[in-house]
């Protein structure tokens, strides 16, 4: 069993759907939670960072963090065509902020005009 | 937030060449910089670790003697592909962090070897 596990998808959405992605994780260890976007051929870039379990805002982006169950979500609210991306979980190692990450497979979306 | 910078962003080298990439952080000092491997529709497989001063810190089934890092200073950690052969092609992606801070990752670095 992979550490971390992500649906690869690929998941297709209407403009202005609600998205919803998740992954489980199976080490208890892990205390920090991201979520990275992947545009084609670039660097991941940093989307969302949590820590503790429940809710962290941020735009149109909500991070959900259960503990108890080890499941994290990334829901995107108006999601637009921009939005087009591999979403990717990752969880660094050692209860630190900047230990090595394990990252999920990846979530391919794609957001519709 | 902050920024880390890779060069080249993209290298065709022949068989059997040595190729260096580089990756910097620019607004920030990092004491931990990692090395990423990236295959088509596939999640990053990180290679390396690479401390400031010290040797790197190499995943298993990674060649140290192949893929040299070196973590100069705190701003600047190499990856060199050495004799590189076709099936190294690939992207790879440095990431940089620091304590209390978490990891910014590189543009990426596109290697074509002929």
């Known amino acids: 069993q992979k550490e971390v596990e992500q649906d690869p998808g690929p998941l297709s959405v209407p403009e202005g759907a609600i998205v919803s992605l998740n992954c489980t994780y199976s080490?208890?260890?892990?205390?920090?939670f991201m979520w990275y976007r992947q545009y084609s051929r670039k660097g991941p870039e940093l989307l969302m960072y949590?820590?503790?379990?429940g809710n962290k805002e941020d735009g149109r982006f909500t991070a959900q963090v259960d503990k108890s169950s080890k499941y994290i979500s990334l829901f995107i609210r108006d999601s637009q065509p921009s939005d087009s991306a591999t979403y990717l979980c990752a969880m660094p190692a050692g209860g630190t902020s900047y230990g090595k990450l394990t990252f999920g497979q990846g979530t391919i979306l794609t957001v519709h005009p | 937030g902050a920024v880390v910078s890779q060069h080249p962003s993209r290298v065709i080298c022949k068989s059997g060449t040595s190729v260096k990439i580089e990756c910097r952080s620019l607004?920030?000092?990092?004491?931990?910089m990692f090395w990423y491997r990236q295959f088509p529709k596939k999640s990053l497989m990180l290679m390396a670790t690479?401390?400031?001063?010290?040797?790197?810190?190499?995943e298993q089934g990674v060649e140290k003697d192949k893929f040299l890092i070196n973590h100069a200073s705190l701003t600047l950690s190499t990856l060199t592909v050495t004799s590189a052969h076709p099936e190294d092609s690939s992207f790879y992606i440095c990431?940089?962090?620091?304590?209390?801070?978490?990891?910014?990752f590189g543009p990426g670095t596109r290697l074509t070897v002929l």
């Open positions: 607004d920030f000092q990092a004491t931990t």
């Open positions: 990431s940089a962090g620091d304590r209390g801070n978490t990891q910014y």
């Open positions: 690479s401390n400031e001063g010290s040797k790197a810190t190499y």
């Open positions: 080490n208890s260890a892990f205390q920090y």
């Open positions: 949590t820590y503790s379990s």
